[in-house]
Each structure stands twice: as C-alpha cells, then as structure tokens.
C-alpha cells in the first residue's frame, strides 16, 4: 500500500486537492505541498487548517519552495518527504520534468493536463503521443505508476465514458464531452483557471476526431444550443481537447468531440485579445526596449483564478454524452456531475472550476494508494477500471448522475 503524497503547485486546483488529500490522510498519510512560491503553499495549508479539513492531526502537512523543472532537485524533495505518490497540478510545462523525478525516484505520478513546450501550441494530434506515450516502456520497465489527465477533463469525462461502454453501450458510434460553466464571478472579464494555459487551448486550431480522423477547424466555428440538466439550454462551441487525444486511440467510436460553454461576453473579449496580438507567446519589444510576452501580460493584468471563489455563484455540469448500441437498438447515455459554486467555497474555499478538476486526483490517489489502480505502468484514465473511481468521487464531493434515452 502506497501512502505520503507530495502535490507539486499551489493554484485553484491545488488548493482543492490539498484539502481532499488532507480529508482523506487517514489513507493518504502525509501531505507535502511544494511550488516556486512557498507562501502560497503555506496560504492553502492555513486554509486547510481554517477549515478543519485535517482528519487525522498525528499526520503532517508540510510546505516547501521548489522548481520542479530541477529535476535532482524535485528527486530530492521526494525522497526527503517519503512520498510515495505525486500529484503534479503546476504548469503543463514540468511534466515531463516531474515524470523523469518519479521515474528516478520511485514514486507513482499522476497530472491533470497533456505536457506542453511553452514556444509550441496545438501540436500536431495525438497529442500525448508528442511526449507522454513516448516514455510508456520506461515507465513499464520500472513498474511505474504513471496515470493521466486524471482532473475532470480529461480524467472523469474518460471514465464515464469506460463506464457506459462496460454498463450501458455496446458499441459506441459518437462521444461529445461537454463542459458548461452557468455560474457568475461578478468581474468584467477573468478565466477561471491559469489564463496563459486557458487561451493557449483556444488560439490555435480545433483538432477533433470525426470518422475516425483528425479534422482541424478554425477556433469556435462551430457552436449549438443543448439542453442540459439542471443549468437549462447553453451555448457549446467546438473546441479541441486533451481528452480526445487518448479517447480516440483507446475507445473505437466514429466521432469524438468536446464542447465547451462560452457567452458571448467571453467570445467577444477574447476575439479581440486574439486579433490584436495579445494572445502571442511569443515575446515583442516595447518603446522602451522592454521585451514581453503580450500573453504574460494579460495574465497579470487579469484576476486571479483564487480570488473570484468567495462571491461565485451558480452551477457548472460537465459530462460525456455517448450514442451507440445497445442489443442492435440505438440508445443515448448521458453520465454527467453538477457542482455548485458557493457550496465549494463554503467546503474548502474554492470555487467549482477548482473544485472539479481537484478532487479526482485525490480520488486517483486513494485508488493508487490501496492497489486498485497501481498499474504499475503509464495509462490513461479510461484504461482502468471506472467502478471504483466513481464510487470514489461520489463519497469525496462529486456524484455522478445518468440520463438514459432507447
């Protein structure tokens, strides 16, 4: 049985894991929060303390400054805590620095998003096989631990998606995995995770999978109104996504798509920061010689994520829509969570975008920890078994619910 876990960042979905981990540690042991800035580890440990989110006060939460680019450095750290899982939630930029840590380190690795290079946007798909699936032997040879995309999505949209293949479908002909936020933070314009890795998902093409090829659009060309629970009729743009990356490879289906909800406020903003350049990773001078990089600084300029959970309001849903067969008969399965902004932050102070990308790692880790999901090799969330998981999610905060058509 593995136990100690070490997170690596201190942002909106860190903070929820660290409260989970930290509600869970009677299985997770000790907690070790680490970041470039260690007041912002410590920020989430004393919210973790204002809350009561310890279960078991003999174990220790610890905070520690780290760059996990430093891989020797990160290798260290590891060994010197005893961690035994890592949950990597900072930039997509360090995974493939923090993976070759567990690998040298011995320890299970687990992320929420697909390895990026900063001077490089929507590579060409699939795109965990430009770096993650390339160190599947190793991890193998090792006896490694190494699960992906493990937030919501990718990660429980994955599961719900093995779940209805092994309850509900027998084959399945199209999966559309929809994201709708209908809440309200009440400023003029924010994302509600990183803004650098929010617009660099939507400024380049949408790659998606459509008969069974990769088919690239032009960025939110494609939009439809769905009705869906509880949050009522939205708009769904088309958009790429990690999720159908692994979906396509591992899920034999003729079309996979992923919509996600704008308003048109969000559209119109970030069309013009896109036409004018302020979307650019790469670097520009000013005036005065000052060399930038105009996406950088529209992230300083905007909120931060944190600050918009104390007066969010309203809910989000997020679920995996499949259309097959059932029997010879066609049948539609929708498998879906709703998440309340204001209850996250009256549980662990974080809004619903946070709380649903943090707490399935927490739900990934138990399963690592006590042998059900220590594959001791790389996978992606729908390669394992999606019973435990869900069970998992729905005792630690997110509840799965099923609408059934044929």
């Not at 540690?25 to 410590?42: E, F, H, Q, T």
């Not at 290798?75 to 995974?95: A, D, H, Q, R, Y």
């Not at 919501?152 to 209805?164: E, K, L, R």
């Amino acid at each position: 049985m593995k136990k100690n876990v070490m997170i690596i960042g201190a942002g909106g979905v860190a903070h929820v894991t660290a409260h989970k981990c930290a509600q869970n540690n009677d299985v997770l042991g000790n907690i070790c929060i680490a970041s470039r800035k260690k007041n912002k580890c410590d920020a989430i440990i004393d919210s973790i303390k204002r809350k009561n989110s310890i279960k078991d006060k003999s174990k220790k939460i610890t905070s520690y400054q780290l760059d996990a680019m430093d891989i020797p450095a990160t290798v260290k750290l590891i060994k010197k805590t005893g961690s035994e899982i890592v949950i990597n939630l900072g930039t997509p930029f360090i995974n493939m620095s923090v993976l070759s840590a567990c690998l040298q380190a011995g320890a299970a690795y687990m992320d929420t998003a697909i390895h990026e290079e900063p001077d490089k946007i929507c590579e060409n798909p699939p795109w965990y096989g430009n770096y993650e699936w390339k160190r599947k032997d190793e991890c193998k040879k090792a006896g490694l631990t190494a699960i992906l995309g493990a937030g919501f999505d990718p990660g429980v949209v994955n599961a719900y998606c093995a779940y209805v293949l092994k309850h509900n479908i027998d084959k399945a002909d199209t999966i559309d995995i929809m994201d709708v936020n209908a809440g309200n933070h009440g400023k003029y314009f924010a994302t509600n995770f990183d803004p650098e890795i929010n617009f660099r998902e939507f400024t380049g093409r949408v790659w998606t999978w459509i008969d069974k090829k990769w088919v690239a659009k032009p960025t939110h060309s494609e939009k439809k109104i769905y009705e869906f629970p509880v949050v009522g009729k939205q708009t769904i743009y088309l958009t790429g996504h990690d999720e159908l990356h692994s979906l396509s490879k591992n899920i034999d289906a003729k079309s996979i798509r992923f919509w996600m909800g704008f308003g048109d406020h969000y559209i119109n903003c970030f069309t013009v920061l896109k036409n004018i350049g302020l979307l650019s990773e790469f670097p520009v001078k000013t005036a005065e010689g000052l060399e930038v990089v105009p996406l950088k600084v529209v992230k300083a300029c905007l909120p931060d994520p944190a600050s918009l959970a104390p007066n969010y309001t309203g809910k989000t849903c997020i679920g995996s829509l499949v259309k097959g067969k059932k029997d010879g008969k066609d049948k539609e399965v929708f498998v879906y969570n709703i998440c309340d902004h204001a209850e996250c932050y009256k549980e662990v102070e974080s809004q619903a975008i946070s709380y649903t990308a943090g707490v399935p790692p927490v739900a990934a880790a138990i399963l690592i920890a006590n042998g059900t999901w220590d594959a001791k090799t790389m996978v992606n969330v729908e390669e394992l078994d999606p019973d435990p998981f869900i069970d998992v999610l729905a005792k630690i905060g997110l509840p799965t619910e099923i609408k059934e058509k044929g």
